[in-house]
């Protein structure tokens, strides 16, 4: 390149010239790159679906918002209304089932913040959205889909009774099938026996002149004799097919080096109650016996 001199001479630009008026037009370029930047808005979308009542409400870390824009069916809906704009927040609800489309206009020349959140109708709050400007404009478009919430499962309140099954067949599977059958078959036969025993002492006392039929305290400490020996009883055979499964199968393993695989009667949840029960039904008849006086004179 050349420039005029004063005589009507060309001469050639220098490097350093050209140095300058390269970073005058890469200064000009950024500035005009920063202005544009901070003119051009910012354009953003989300998509919600709501049930009827839910809250919707976008607010702003400072008064920025400039305008709403609505479209759907605004009969049943409910939004704020400022008297005057700009402000810092917006909520929206609507009690039909319908599309809408929510636009909103941002802009602060400083940095602020956005927030979109969704309230139910419990009260309980969800952030579904947030936005961090640093200056300028934000253009928010929300598209709402509103549907009516699902039916609600009502739950049947369970009662007394329906609690105690479930609370008995729930304990009762802790215990193994053979230990309900021993128990059921024991029960039904001291059931049998303390029946015609206690009928045989009622007519033998009827028979003698010095003694009197059963009272009900003396009918009772008879039966509480039944069921402690039942329990005892019970307890006993759990014991001895238990302690004898287990010999068994260490004699097998010692003796013949045999795996036997069998089904294991060893449980202590059951040993350990049938224990227990046996143990309080012995000391609830010795309370009878010690402090009511209800052993009744057995016939020889």
């Known amino acids: ?109 400083s940095q602020y913040e956005v927030t979109m959140t969704v309230e139910d109708s419990s ?18 478009t929300i598209d709402v889909d509103v549907k009516a919430p699902d039916p609600a499962t009502t739950i049947a309140g369970s009662t007394v009774w329906d609690s105690f099954t479930g609370w008995t067949a729930r304990f009762g599977d802790a215990f193994p099938l053979w230990v309900k059958l021993l128990y059921v078959f024991l029960g039904l036969q001291f059931v049998a026996v303390g029946y015609k025993w206690i009928r045989f002492e009622n007519s033998m006392r009827e028979e003698e002149s010095l003694t009197s039929r059963f009272d009900r305290g003396n009918l009772f400490y008879l039966w509480t004799e039944v069921l402690s020996k039942f329990l005892l009883t019970a307890f006993l055979v759990i014991l001895v097919a238990m302690s004898g499964q287990f010999i068994l199968l260490h004699v ?23 224990a227990g029960m046996t143990a309080i039904a012995y000391l609830a008849k010795l309370c009878l016996e010690k402090w009511f006086d209800l052993k009744p004179l057995f016939q020889d």
């Open 1 to 109: 390149m050349f420039s005029s001199s004063a005589n009507g001479h060309a001469r050639p630009i220098s490097a350093r010239g050209l140095t300058i008026l390269a970073a005058i037009v890469l200064l000009v370029a950024a500035s005009l790159t920063l202005v544009q930047a901070e003119t051009s808005p910012i354009d953003q979308s989300e998509s919600l679906t709501l049930n009827t009542g839910d809250l919707l409400l976008v607010s702003s870390s400072r008064e920025s918002l400039q305008f709403v824009e609505i479209r759907g069916n605004l009969s049943a809906t409910r939004f704020s209304s400022p008297p005057s704009y700009p402000t810092d927040s917006f909520n929206f609800t609507s009690t039909i089932q319908g599309h809408y489309t929510i636009r909103l206009a941002f802009s602060h020349p």
């Open 123 to 140: 009260s309980v709050k969800q952030e579904r959205a947030s936005y961090y400007v640093s200056s300028g404009q934000l253009l928010l």
């Open 252 to 274: 097998l393993r010692f003796m013949f080096l045999a795996q036997v695989n069998m089904l294991s009667l060893w449980d202590l949840f059951v040993l350990g109650f049938a």
